[in-house]
DNA sequence: ATCTGCACTTGACACGGATCAAAGATCATG
DNA sequence: CATGATCTTTGATCCGTGTCAAGTGCAGAT
């Protein structure tokens, strides 16, 4: 459980979604803490009782461990329940570029509905438990749900929506801006979850952040060096406290 | 009709797509002559038969004209016919920043499904023609058609990839890289339509290629500069002759 | 408690591409 | 065909970021 300002190190508080981890593989949509955000959200009451039956749940990961390989056969979306995880794809040369951050809530396998294959490796930042939505059993549901078909539109023109304007916005400003962005988008979306959105813990290392925003580690670096000087925010190891937040949003500009 | 080398300027020979104006509105899809790359392509003929039924065809646009305006509501998806089409989108200061380029058989305006509303500016590059889908003939198709159900999430996600892989590749090659990607690129799409995959016409200028690249407008320019005084190539204008396309695409990196 | 490895920070330097500026080519117009 | 507007090329300079190289601090292992 990162992204939870902790005050004694190693002692993770757990998060809402899994405090009874033996309950987990019984516990439906509606009673996960996550239900407001999550791929059901906006299905009607007996959509979201039909979809319930086909989620897969429980499941965990340590950290490290993958969730998706790249080019296997598309079977399943993943859905984060607690933890996180990183999207990425590795070149023929070995270099590996991050294309986002999976927080709870968030789906991951998408962009397999291109060719049937998975295009980007997921793996977990820290010990995660997620959801499985075989695809067997949520093509069937698509001829009888309309809200859900149109969920799984919008969840595809939102991750697409995401990846175009993450191009524009990070295309057009310097490094500390990019950092600045990327810290101030964090913490909207934690935010979102009931998270603090000023004290967190970084699941992903400076280099995943750097690979993320087209940058080198020992750059992100200095950007959090600069804006710890200017009083901005603190920053010790991964523990992140931002201290004038507008000024990292401003910064950061959501330039539309 | 641009990405057709001619020797005579101003003597466009039209596509076999509109050959015969007059009749624009009338051809169905299977007598089209992108039929094998467009939406219905991979539909059955049952079905194609009854999508051909809700497309509005034969719609026209000079060059410079808007298709798409950012923030509208989203009323039906575009697919360009002949000519060519820029995708972009402009930030609160006025930069302008270029998501692609939109050729004959391509789908303009799916990212609008994420709000409901278009993100991006779609704009014709020169005299273009274009078919509308509209969004309330659509939906109810897909209740029936699993085929076509599939082909539309086919289409974003190959839509959310290709934006992925843009992102990758080009985080992680230099200026020149860049722009022999995008020639490589533009080639081997160009070849798909039928037309000379070495012989062809920008309809975009520097400025736009730089704007989708990261890139100024003067680097882009000194990329074919160079590639033109290494042989890769020919440059007069907006003409581009390719002589060594190898070259390019191995510096281009389709890298995985 | 000390060692070892890893992630991170900090510094020095070089280089690619942005920026500013100006000239040259091409296209649209009358 | 001449003219002005726009697009493109080319040159000179400067700055930001990548690269290389130490050095620091924390965490888990011995």
């Known amino acids: 459980m990162a992204f939870q300002m902790k005050d004694r190190r190693h002692t993770d508080p757990p998060l809402a979604a899994d405090c009874c981890p033996g309950a987990?593989?019984?516990?439906?949509?509606?009673?996960?803490?996550?239900?407001?955000?999550?791929l059901p959200a906006r299905l009607s009451p007996q959509e979201a009782r039909i979809f319930d039956g086909v989620v897969e749940r429980g499941r965990q990961l340590a950290s490290g461990g993958s969730l998706i390989r790249a080019g296997t056969r598309m079977d399943a979306l993943y859905v984060v329940r607690s933890g996180s995880a990183k999207r990425y794809s590795v070149s023929l040369n070995g270099t590996e570029r991050v294309?986002?951050?999976?927080?709870?809530?968030?789906?991951?396998?998408?962009?397999?509905?291109?060719c049937d294959r998975y295009a980007c490796e997921v793996a977990?930042?820290?010990?995660?438990?997620?959801c499985r939505i075989p695809l067997t059993r949520l093509e069937p549901l698509l001829d009888h749900l309309p809200g859900l078909r149109r969920e799984m539109l919008r969840l595809l023109g939102e991750a697409?929506?995401?990846?175009?304007?993450?191009r524009a916005e990070l295309g057009m400003?310097?490094?500390?801006?990019?950092?600045?962005?990327?810290?101030?988008?964090?913490?909207r979306r934690l935010e979102l979850r009931g998270l603090s959105p000023t004290q967190f813990r970084l699941s992903m290392s400076r280099?995943?952040?750097?690979?993320?925003?087209?940058?080198?580690?020992?750059?992100?670096s200095r950007a959090l060096g600069t804006f710890k000087r200017s009083g901005w925010l603190e920053v010790r190891a991964r523990y992140i406290t931002l201290l004038r937040p507008e000024a990292l949003a401003s910064m950061g500009g959501y330039a539309a």
Do not use: K, M, Q, W
């Not at 951050?101 to 291109?114: D, K, M, S």
């Not at 977990?124 to 997620?130: D, H």
């Open 160 to 166: 697409l929506d995401e990846s175009l304007r993450l």
């Open 99 to 114: 294309h986002g951050f999976v927080l709870p809530g968030e789906t991951a396998g998408l962009e397999g509905f291109a």
């Open 173 to 187: 400003c310097d490094a500390r801006g990019r950092v600045a962005r990327f810290l101030a988008d964090l913490s």
């Open 24 to 38: 987990l593989a019984r516990v439906s949509c509606r009673s996960c803490a996550l239900n407001t955000l999550c």
């Open 207 to 220: 280099g995943d952040i750097a690979r993320h925003l087209g940058l080198t580690l020992e750059t992100v």
């Open 124 to 130: 977990a930042l820290e010990p995660t438990s997620y």
